[in-house]
């Protein structure tokens, strides 16, 4: 386990529905962020947190809405979605030390829309 | 149009050789670099990393060699286990301000044959 969970590990839903994604990290981690990984493009990155503040959105359709209540914490809000937005969403943490940028990831949640 | 997934770049080895994953990254001002490991149904898992003022960093099983001239990073696994077999990204850093975040590529998916 990275000390990254997400939930739920899957979800279906239909164009129509509103659902939201959940992400907690346990490792004291400052920044946060959400990732979206498709068989058709490698690794995107959507929305970066730093401290509870939104520094990164990369142009992400505003179907996807995301919250940071605070820094163990981050959502991202679904509706009105598409079938190409079905896709594997990461989350993942990280802090920088001693010169290592990793980041933390979950197990994502597999999303399908129909 | 027929929907066609992202075609990845597969390495087949044997078990017990020695397996090496290349990369091709774009910016050469990057300064830092990170291979993950992604098994099915999991996230993305960290291997190694390294900075720009190295060629080379060892793990446990796994060397990591930087090549700043022609912009290329290998991932070097010995003695290659069934245990193995995943997907391998490689990551460079992009900084803004004070911010950064992690470019992925594209993949690699290694097999390995027992």
């Known amino acids: 386990e990275t000390g990254v969970t997400q939930t739920p590990r899957h979800l279906v839903m239909g164009m129509t529905n509103k659902k939201s994604l959940k992400c907690e990290q346990h490792l004291g981690h400052n920044a946060m962020y959400w990732y979206k990984q498709s068989a058709k493009k490698p690794l995107e990155l959507m929305f970066v947190y730093n401290f509870k503040e939104q520094t990164e959105n990369n142009s992400v359709p505003s179907r996807f809405s995301p919250e940071c209540p605070n820094s163990s914490h981050l959502f991202l809000h679904l509706h009105t979605l598409q079938p190409e937005d079905s896709a594997l969403y990461l989350c993942?943490?990280?802090?920088?030390?001693?010169?290592?940028?990793?980041?933390?990831f979950g197990p994502g949640t597999r999303l399908t829309v129909t | 149009g027929e929907s066609v997934g992202l075609h990845l770049p597969t390495l087949s080895v044997q078990e017990g050789d020695n397996s090496i994953i290349n990369c091709a990254y774009s910016n050469s001002a990057s300064d830092y670099f990170i291979w993950y490991k992604q098994e099915s149904g999991k996230g993305p898992q960290f291997i190694i990393d390294i900075r720009s003022n190295m060629d080379k960093r060892q793990g446990q099983r796994v060397t990591v060699l930087l090549n700043k001239t022609v912009k290329h990073l290998s991932l070097q696994i010995a003695a290659t286990q069934p245990g193995d077999s995943a997907v391998y990204f490689c990551a460079e850093i992009e900084w803004e301000d004070s911010s950064y975040k992690l470019i992925f590529g594209s993949g690699t998916r290694l097999l390995v044959r027992p």
């Open positions: 993942a943490s990280s802090q920088e030390a001693g010169g290592s940028y990793e980041q933390y």
